[in-house]
Every structure is written in structure tokens, then in C-alpha cells.
């Protein structure tokens, strides 16, 4: 059942809790987070049954059911202001003050992504994608899949960029893929190439491994100065890359450190 994906990363955030107390908070956050998340997804499948449609690459973001969310979206509001930190607890209760007019469009801002659209703050953006997330990974699961005959750097089912990297068994060695920041889509990529500039010289692709998280992997470039975590399941087959990502706050502040920026921040905006 695809909903079990949900309960996967919901006891994998449980555990690495328990295993790793400098990111407890934050893991019990995204464990809460997720299990709303959850529920809308499931919501959202038993309305639709589990027909699959075709959809042209990089075509996802071009529906967006505004009036099946929107009832769901208060709910969402008041839920974050109970479980989230101050800071977006504080934007969750001052957004819910506006009203649907303004849910409308900070919803379809984030989901058309157009530079032409409306300006969001960094926590209205933050909001609006963790809500609309369950909704993305649910159009993405209902999509027949994609042949895709190249490595891009972006989603290619809804041209979002990843979220995190993953390094998966094959022969002796990993085999790299990427995961889609909003639906979760897993693509095929290149083993030695930056995926937010196209680098290619290894000399310029730091690689940095924290002690006690042997495998997460920050991924750095010299050249654009941004950087992904990638998971290597070669290490640990039982790591939930989206969550055990999560966990890797030690390789953020060793990024920061080092002045470059993430390709894509996770729910924790880290």
C-alpha cells in the first residue's frame, strides 16, 4: 500500500529521535508534521481511487485542485501554530488572521512557482509547501511513470528541484539517484555531477562525512557554492532518506560554516 510510506518515515524519525538527541526536536516536529500529512494524503487517494493518468514531463504543477485544499488548509494553520517552532508558529496564526483570499494565493504562488507571481515570506513558502507536499506526492503516485532517457538536474515529472540524494546498492559499488522536494518523485543521476550547476571536475565536488552520521554525506560545489545531503544506503539499508536527512543537522552547520547553501532547505529550513 503507497500510504505505508508515510508510517515508514513517521518510525524512522521516532527512532533517530531516540539515536540522536542534538536533532530530537526537530525529528519530533517532522514526525508530528508528517502525520498530517498522512491523513490528507489518504483523504486525497480514497477520493480518487487508484486509477493512473498519463502526464507529460514536468507537467504536474499544471493542476492544482485550489477548491478540494482550501477546506483542509485551516486545519493545517491551526495545527502548525500548535506543534511548530515560535517563529513559524507566529506566521502559521498570522496567515490563518487573512483569511482564504489569502490562502488562495499563497497557495498558487508556491505551486506555480512563477517569478511573475506573488512574493512570499520564507515561512508562508515553508507553509505552503509542507501543506501542498501530501498533495504532490499523490498526483505523482496516480502518474503512469515517466521513460526518462537523460540524468536532468530538475524533477522530472514536476520541475521542482531535489530535496536529497540518495546512493543506492549496485554491483560493488552506489548507484546515485535524486527526490523530488515536492512529489517525491526519484530520478536517475549522475554519480559525479553537481546537480544545481552542472560541475563536473571532482576537484571541485567536496565531499564531508560527519563521525556519527557515517552515512549522510553533504555533496558541495566549489563553483556555485551550493550543496545536497545524500543518503547512502549502501551504509545503513534501513535509512528513510527524506527523514534520516533530517536528522544530519551537524553536516548543515559544517555547510554553513563553510558558506554554501543548499539546493533545496527541508521542512526543519535547514
Not at 517532522?30 to 487508484?50: I, M, T, W
Not at 501554530?81 to 482564504?100: F, N, R, T, V
Not at 543521476?189 to 556519527?212: M, N, Q, S, T
Not at 551504509?235 to 553536516?251: C, F, S, W, Y
Amino acid at each position: 500500500m503507497i500510504a505505508s510510506k508515510w508510517d515508514q518515515r513517521i518510525r524512522r524519525a521516532q527512532e533517530l529521535a531516540g539515536t540522536y538527541p542534538f536533532a530530537a526536536e526537530g525529528l519530533r516536529f517532522y514526525e508530528r508534521l508528517a502525520g498530517f500529512q498522512k491523513s490528507l494524503y489518504e483523504d486525497l487517494a480514497a477520493a480518487s481511487g487508484p486509477a493512473k493518468q498519463v502526464r507529460p514531463p514536468g507537467s504536474l504543477r499544471d493542476e492544482l485542485a485550489i477548491f478540494t485544499l482550501l477546506p483542509r488548509f485551516a486545519p493545517f494553520l491551526a495545527f502548525v501554530e500548535e506543534i511548530a517552532p515560535p517563529p513559524l508558529a507566529q506566521a502559521a496564526a498570522g496567515l490563518s488572521d487573512q483569511g482564504g483570499m489569502r490562502w488562495e494565493v499563497v497557495l498558487d504562488a508556491f505551486w506555480r512557482a512563477s517569478e511573475e507571481g506573488e512574493a512570499l515570506t520564507a515561512a508562508e513558502a515553508l507553509i505552503a509547501w509542507t501543506f501542498l507536499q501530501p498533495y504532490a506526492e499523490h498526483l505523482a503516485d496516480r502518474t503512469e511513470r515517466l521513460e526518462i532517457h537523460a540524468t536532468p538536474p530538475l524533477c522530472p515529472l514536476c520541475s521542482s528541484p531535489p530535496q536529497v540524494g540518495v546512493l543506492r546498492p549496485q554491483g560493488d559499488g552506489g548507484k546515485r539517484s535524486l527526490i523530488c522536494s515536492l512529489c517525491a518523485t526519484e530520478w536517475d543521476f549522475r554519480r559525479i555531477v553537481c546537480p544545481a550547476c552542472g560541475e563536473e571536475d571532482v576537484d571541485k565536488l567536496p565531499v564531508y562525512i560527519a563521525e556519527e552520521l557515517g552515512h549522510v554525506r553533504v555533496e558541495a560545489c566549489d563553483t556555485c557554492r551550493h550543496y545536497i545531503k545524500t543518503i547512502d544506503l549502501t551504509k545503513d539499508g534501513r535509512a528513510v532518506p527524506v527523514v534520516d536527512e533530517l536528522a544530519a543537522i551537524p553536516l548543515s552547520l559544517w555547510a554553513a560554516e563553510n558558506r554554501y547553501t543548499k539546493l533545496s532547505p527541508n521542512p526543519l529550513g535547514l
